[in-house]
């Protein structure tokens, strides 16, 4: 990829999701867009970075963007911060809700499993949940949505049980049930921007996202979850994230790792 081009899709990233893509890795960048080039009919990827600079089309350039960003997750990813949730969040949460109703965002959602990782404990437990979650990437959603995971991503977290108990199998692949399914609402959306509607969040998911924006755009993605979070809500980042862009809007929990509430100063903003 020419330094041109690698500049422009540098500064692309940066202005529409916060993506930092550093210069050591524009070889990964150039590997996963060869496969847009070639389905979208250009001869390389200089040729469809050149489409993008030259005119681009709104489709185009989000195409070039979804394939760079990293989509990759598993399910129940890191264990403790699904136990931490499943045990001591979604039952406290819950106890002091009306109807004992929580709502859910998974942010970065990627295929799903995170958001699958939630919904079974909280149905398992009948808990009254709404889960939303969202991801900029169109492709990941559709996969998500359809809830149709490989055998090799089905080991990746979930225990036997569960799988036998949320998944049918069809062949190599594995399908999660209508329940399970229904309990999620997938969504398109950045996290740059509002936080989905309908109101605050109890909970919030979002990890392994923020570490990989440049830290201005860190520092809006975090004003947002601070928008969107419930006073009381928890907050639930990769282990070794921080909030560190705004330290005046979270504080870690003590024991938790990568578990966030918000700020005395945040509640008295809310306030």
């Given amino acids: 990829m020419t330094p041109e081009n690698l500049h422009h899709l540098q500064s692309l990233l940066v202005s529409r999701t916060g993506f930092l893509l550093a210069a050591d890795r524009a070889h990964l960048a150039e590997h996963r867009l060869a496969p847009v080039a070639r389905r979208e009919g250009y001869a390389g990827v200089d040729a469809l970075m050149d489409a993008v600079r030259a005119e681009p089309p709104a489709a185009l350039a989000w195409s070039a963007m979804e394939a760079v960003l990293n989509p990759e997750t598993w399910f129940r990813r890191d264990r403790a911060p699904f136990t931490t949730f499943a045990s001591e969040v979604l039952p406290a ?19 799903g499993q995170e ?3 939630l919904a079974m404990p909280a149905l398992e437990d009948q808990t009254n949940v709404e889960i939303v979650a969202t991801d900029l990437s169109q ?3 559709e996969k998500a949505r359809t809830g149709i995971f490989t055998q090799f991503e089905v080991q990746r977290g979930l225990s036997a049980r569960r799988l036998l108990n949320w998944f049918d199998q069809s062949e190599d692949m594995w399908e999660a049930k ?3 399914r229904s309990a999620i609402t997938f969504s398109r959306a950045n996290l740059l921007d509002e936080p989905p509607p309908g109101g605050r969040f109890d909970v919030i998911f979002c990890r392994y996202v923020l570490s990989d924006m440049a830290p201005e755009r860190r520092a809006r993605a975090l004003d947002v979850l601070e928008q969107a979070l419930a006073d009381d809500g ?5 282990l070794d994230e921080t909030a560190g862009e705004r330290p005046d809007s979270f504080r870690p929990v003590p024991g938790r790792p ?3 509430v918000k700020s005395p100063a945040a509640l008295r903003r809310a306030a």
């Fill in 93 to 111: 949460i819950a106890g002091v809700r009306p109807e004992g109703r929580v709502r859910i965002w998974s942010a970065g959602c990627a295929a």
């Fill in 178 to 180: 209508p329940r399970l």
């Fill in 139 to 141: 492709r990941a959603l």
């Fill in 258 to 260: 990568g578990v966030f």
């Fill in 234 to 238: 928890c907050l639930f980042l990769g």
């Fill in 115 to 117: 958001a699958y990782s």
